[in-house]
């Protein structure tokens, strides 16, 4: 499986791990991708899920948006565990600073990497900074982490947005969410529905809609097929 089919295969999963569409109409969106492939036309699952307005554009970006917080987590777990291990930091504080960047994306929607909470916090130098990013990048030339400027690691630490939902009900909020999310989607289409609906027309608008908003919607897509991949997908369920 080349790199895009594997970036498709991730942005499936994270559909089903976020519960916004029903498994039928996801299958019927797999199988319209199918039949696409089987026509000689490649059509991004994105797309397709847009265009049976299964999913809005915001939702699909936020699931782009997601995958990639999930990429970064990879690396800057290792970035973590290389400061420990050459008693840069303590375990407690490498902790301490994963812990935060997942609390700022799930309850600030902020995406920040992990050596950048740690430059701020003072509890690495540039010169420390500089010689694990360079460490990670000799092993994997295609790491996407780099180290942090001084101009960022001088700005002020901002806490948590008034009112952003806590640990403790932001499970119940996401809950609730999902529950109308999935409310709004039902009846679009029956979740046995078969392919014979589908026409070369139909396809054809997709396509020509592909080619006409890859762009916009893409923006996060792109950047995520670019990142490195990674065989183990299990902390992806983690994200939702």
């Known amino acids: 499986m080349d790199g895009k089919g594997k970036i498709e295969k991730r942005f499936l999963k994270a559909v089903r791990s976020s519960g916004l569409v029903a498994e039928g109409d996801l299958k019927r969106a797999i199988d319209i991708q199918a039949f696409a492939g089987r026509q000689g036309r490649i059509l991004p699952l994105d797309r397709i899920l847009l265009k049976l307005k299964l999913l809005d554009r915001e939702q699909i970006l936020g699931l782009w948006r997601a995958l990639r917080y999930y990429v970064w987590r990879k690396e800057d777990k290792q970035y973590v565990k290389i400061a420990v291990q050459s008693a840069l930091i303590t375990e407690d504080l490498g902790e301490q600073c994963l812990k935060e960047q997942k609390k700022a994306y799930k309850h600030d929607n902020e995406l920040i990497r992990v050596n950048e909470i740690a430059r701020q916090r003072g509890y690495l130098t540039a010169t ?113």
């Open 128 to 240: 420390e900074d500089e010689a694990i990013v360079r460490a990670m990048h000799e092993k994997r030339p295609d790491l996407t982490l780099q180290p942090v400027s001084d101009a960022v690691a001088s700005r002020p630490y901002e806490p948590r947005s008034t009112g952003a939902a806590t640990e403790q009900d932001g499970g119940d909020w996401k809950s609730t969410a999902r529950r109308n999310d999935l409310e709004d989607l039902k009846g679009y289409f029956d979740s046995n529905a078969e392919m014979a609906g589908v026409s070369d027309e139909d396809l054809d608008a997709l396509w020509e809609e592909a080619d006409l908003d890859d762009v916009e919607l893409d923006s996060q897509a792109v950047e995520i097929a670019n990142m490195p991949l990674f065989d183990d997908d299990e902390d992806l369920d983690d994200l939702f």
